[in-house]
T-cell receptor, first 112, second 114 residues
C-alpha cells in the first residue's frame, strides 16, 4: 500500500527556530493530512490539504503539496518547547472510505 | 469537542487469552478505525467501519476481528492473543460522505501480551 515517508526521522532545534518536515508518497492521492502525537498519546489533526491545493496555512503551520513530485512539507515557524512531538503525514487515496495511510513520522525536539 | 474514548490505557494479557478493546465516540461519526502503532512502522490500519454492522479489512487484519453493533461503539477483538500483538492500539473516528475529513483519535491502549 502507498505509504508516506517522512524526512528527517528526527529533528532537534532551539525555541524560536523554524522546523521543516518532509513527506513523500507513492501513488495518486485525494488529500494529504498532517497529525501530531505527543509522547504516548493519541494523534491530533493539524491540517488537511487537498490534491488541487498547493499551499495551506494554519497559525504557525504552513503546508505545501507538490503532486508532481508526490511530496509535501510541513513548516512550523517560531517553534516552542510545546511543539515537541512526533509528526505524521497521512495520505488518502480515492477509495471513498476516507482510509488514511500513515508514514513513520518525524520526531521533533524543541529545546528551550 | 469530539471525544473518542478507549476502555483502557494499559492492558496486560496472557498468550491465548481473548482480548476486547472498546472504543466509543460521541460525535455521531459514521466512520471508525482501529490502528496499531509500532516503533519504526508508524500506524497501520487493522479494520475500519463505515456504518453500523459494516466492516472492512485494513492492511493487517490477521489475528483480529471487529464488531460494530451501535454507531458510537467499535470493538477490536483479539481471538487468541499472541506476543506479536503487543503494541499500542489507537481508535479513530471521522464523518462519513464524499468530502475528506480529519480523523479524531482516542488516547490509545498499550497492550502487552506475555
Amino acid at each position: 500500500s502507498q505509504q508516506g515517508e517522512e524526512d528527517p526521522q528526527a529533528l532537534s532545534i532551539q525555541e524560536g527556530e523554524n522546523a521543516t518536515m518532509n513527506c513523500s508518497y507513492k501513488t495518486s492521492i485525494n488529500n494529504l493530512q498532517w497529525y501530531r502525537q505527543n509522547s504516548g498519546r493519541g494523534l491530533v489533526h493539524l491540517i488537511l490539504i487537498r490534491s488541487n491545493e498547493r499551499e495551506k496555512h494554519s497559525g504557525r503551520l504552513r503546508v505545501t503539496l507538490d503532486t508532481s513530485k508526490k511530496s509535501s512539507s510541513l513548516l512550523i515557524t517560531a517553534s516552542r518547547a510545546a511543539d515537541t512531538a512526533s509528526y505524521f503525514c497521512a495520505t488518502e487515496a480515492y477509495t471513498g472510505f476516507q482510509k488514511l495511510v500513515f508514514g513513520t513520522g518525524t520526531r521533533l525536539l524543541v529545546s528551550p | 469537542d469530539v471525544k473518542v474514548t478507549q476502555s483502557s490505557r494499559y492492558l496486560v494479557k496472557r498468550t491465548g487469552e481473548k482480548v476486547f478493546l472498546e472504543c466509543v465516540q460521541d460525535m455521531d461519526h459514521e466512520n471508525m478505525f482501529w490502528y496499531r502503532q509500532d516503533p519504526g512502522l508508524g500506524l497501520r490500519l487493522i479494520y475500519f467501519s463505515y456504518d453500523v454492522k459494516m466492516k472492512e479489512k485494513g492492511d493487517i487484519p490477521e489475528g483480529y476481528s471487529v464488531s460494530r453493533e451501535k454507531k458510537e461503539r467499535f470493538s477490536l477483538i483479539l481471538e487468541s492473543a499472541s506476543t506479536n500483538q503487543t503494541s499500542m492500539y489507537l481508535c479513530a473516528s471521522s464523518r462519513g460522505g464524499r468530502n475528506p475529513y480529519e480523523q479524531y483519535f482516542g488516547p490509545g491502549t498499550r497492550l502487552t501480551v506475555t
